[in-house]
């Protein structure tokens, strides 16, 4: 039988993936350390899942006003980049590859991150929003509005935090521009109000996103540097009237870049009220977007099969699936049973629900 296309390699930039198959950025609240590092725990875990085509790493702040959750493993700290240092070693010891994601929380935060003061975002717009503080999940408050200088040396916390990225032995850095966060607030108009250069038209909520991505990309080249977006996204986020028209700005002119890939995070939500957001996501904008591209959403294999048989992703990402199945490529090149993920262990905790979902050759001995 012919073997389907997502199990084949591909080239990103200049890293060939050994198949299309991707492990989706995962916050996991491990690295609860005096600096926020990740640990052997972390190794063990990212190492376990190396038969990935590609590993993105859990959501790493860029610096500790980047924060929205406790134990995230951050990339700005001599601690954090030895301990990254030490994942990346063990992945690619077995003929994985990884990406770090850079990320940065922006309004989704509490002031237990900012030493009791207000979050940093574009404008002061409280959001609907959860932030997971030593006392568990709580609201986040209104934020402030960040200043011009603050706007640039957050765009200079990306680049540092590439440059470490680089330093730390990754095969490149994902800026995270989904989910509700900095890069997405500024996009959005329902967080940004700004009436500077940073707010406004389609053009200047997109500023920042291109100031990141030319930071980063100075950094680690175009080519090492790739974007998550979700253009549906009603997750910590408003409803935006001119999405349609935002995305497709900001995809065109992606174009101009020579990005190793974009990622795009289908609707997860219920969309019947928001006749302004794409149900189809990665259908909608692929044929606006002449590089590789990158779909996640609940996909089954069955369907990530047909959705890069048929051309409109070129890889695939799984969250939930690859964090309780450390095989999953082989799972589905096999067509075995799957795992069931645990909520209850997906946020803290150590071993239990991290490391110790079994392989298949364990489960059928
Ligand atoms: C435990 C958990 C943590 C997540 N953390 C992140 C994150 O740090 N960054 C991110 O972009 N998305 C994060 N996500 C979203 C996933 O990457 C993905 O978009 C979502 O789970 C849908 O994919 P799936 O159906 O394959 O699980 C997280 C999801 C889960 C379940």
Do not use: C
Not at 231 to 257: A, H
Request: hydrophobic content about 35%; proline content about 7%; aromatic content about 10%.
């Amino acid at each position: 039988m012919r073997k389907a296309k997502l199990f084949k390699p591909i080239k990103i930039g200049p890293v060939e993936l050994k198949n299309r198959i991707v492990m989706a950025p995962m916050t996991r609240n491990r690295a609860a350390n005096e600096h926020e590092a990740p640990t052997e725990l972390h190794m063990e875990y990212y190492s376990q899942r190396s038969s990935a085509g590609l590993i993105l790493s859990e959501g790493s702040p860029v610096s500790p006003a980047a924060r929205g959750y406790i134990a995230t493993a951050g990339i700005y700290n001599d601690a954090q980049e030895k301990g990254w240092k030490k994942v990346n070693r063990a992945v690619h010891e077995k003929n994985g590859h990884i990406q770090i994601q850079l990320w940065h929380v922006g309004r989704v935060s509490h002031p237990y991150f900012h030493n009791g003061e207000k979050p940093p975002a574009p404008s002061a717009i409280r959001p609907d929003a959860m932030s997971f503080t030593p006392d568990g999940f709580k609201p986040s408050p209104e934020p402030r509005e960040m200043t011009k200088d603050e706007i640039k040396s957050t765009i200079e916390d990306f680049r540092k935090a590439a440059a470490r990225s680089k330093k730390a032995g990754f095969d490149g850095a994902q800026i995270h521009g989904a989910n509700g966060y900095l890069i997405e607030q500024f996009l959005h108009s329902s967080a940004n109000q700004r009436t500077d250069e940073y707010g406004g038209s389609i053009e200047k909520r997109a500023r920042f996103l291109f100031e990141v991505i030319d930071a980063v990309a100075g950094e680690i080249g175009e080519e090492r540097t790739s974007l998550r977006l979700s253009p549906s996204n009603l997750f910590n986020t408003g409803n935006d009237p001119d999405s349609k028209e935002l995305y497709k700005y900001v995809i065109e002119k992606l174009n101009g870049y020579n990005l190793s890939y974009l990622e795009l995070v289908e609707a997860l939500g219920d969309l019947s009220e928001h006749p302004n957001l794409v149900p189809n996501v990665t259908e909608h904008y692929r044929p606006l977007y002449n590089g590789v591209l990158m779909t996640n959403g609940d996909f089954s294999r069955e369907e990530a099969i047909e959705v890069v048989e048929n051309g409109t992703a070129d890889m695939v990402s799984f969250a939930r699936l690859f964090l309780a199945n450390p095989d999953l490529p082989e799972r589905f090149e096999v067509n075995a049973e799957l795992n069931e993920p645990d909520s209850d262990t997906f946020y803290g905790g150590r071993a239990e629900g991290y490391t110790d979902y079994p392989f298949l050759e364990d489960s059928t001995v």
